[in-house]
């Protein structure tokens, strides 16, 4: 959980950071990624090593050149539209790799993260009742981030002060389950940007840009539920950073996402 706690903080504390102050003046193997995700959504995928390549963001080095696969030049993975909504977090996703990803895409641009009430309800929503602790610590974090703004530890998101998240890129992998078929637990990476705007401020000069975070999420009661269970967080693996142009962002299985529906 750590690192995914560490990413998470520093998502919250720069941003928050930055555009509280503005607002309220306190002081303080991509060939097979697309081949599963790109079109069949009942698609299952397979899980893989962990790159050990480095990413050149210029997308330079030996697999460079007019032919070189990067997730810029890929058709982006679409989204499947939910169908429903409950305490604020969307629904109604299929059973498939691509509603996986769907889910977690919609939760994280969804997440109320500077406001541990409204975050509680969302969590409370989608999150397994076997991901022991995982709510508690989500809004511990949340806490800690307000506090370090000079916020009350509890309470919502200071008015007027809107945040937009978009993720960008997903990686996803499957992982193994003792009790669950194949394809019913999955790993996924986002890449997100994350912008704050308030009625003096409508424009973001200094977004989070390039962030990334994961989930697990398993199949559950007919819905996709985060979950930390040690059996399958154990399974994580961490990928090549991911920049548009990067083969080797490509060839780890990063990419882009089709908002559109």
Sequence with gaps: MDTHDRSAR???????????????????????????????????????????????????????????????????VPLSA????????STGFPHSVGGSI??????????????????????????????????DQQISE????????????????????TVTTTVEAVRVRTLKSDDLPRGDVVHVWLSFDRYATTPEKATDDN????EETDFIVKWQDGAWKLTNEPQYWKQRTFPAAYFPDSPYAWRDMWVQVNHAD
Aim: proline letters at 8%; a neutral charge; aromatic letters at 6%.
């Design 142 to 161: 949340i806490r800690k981030g307000r506090e370090a703004i000079n916020l009350p530890p509890s309470g919502g998101t200071p008015a007027g002060l």
């Design 82 to 89: 939910p169908t429903g909504q409950k305490d604020g977090v």
């Design 102 to 135: 769907s889910a977690v895409v919609y939760f994280w641009e969804e997440y109320a993260w500077l406001d541990d009430e409204k975050a509680r309800q969302q969590l409370e929503a989608v999150t397994s009742p076997d991901a022991t602790g995982y709510i």
């Design 207 to 210: 977004p989070l840009k390039g």
């Design 10 to 76: 520093k998502a919250k504390l720069t941003l928050a950071g930055l555009a509280v102050l503005a607002a309220a003046g306190l002081t303080a193997g991509g060939a097979v990624a697309y081949s599963l995700l790109g079109n069949d959504d009942s698609a299952k995928a397979t899980a893989g090593p962990t790159a050990t390549a480095k990413p050149d963001p210029s997308g330079s080095g030996p697999d460079s050149g007019a032919q070189a696969m990067t997730p810029e030049k890929a058709k982006k």
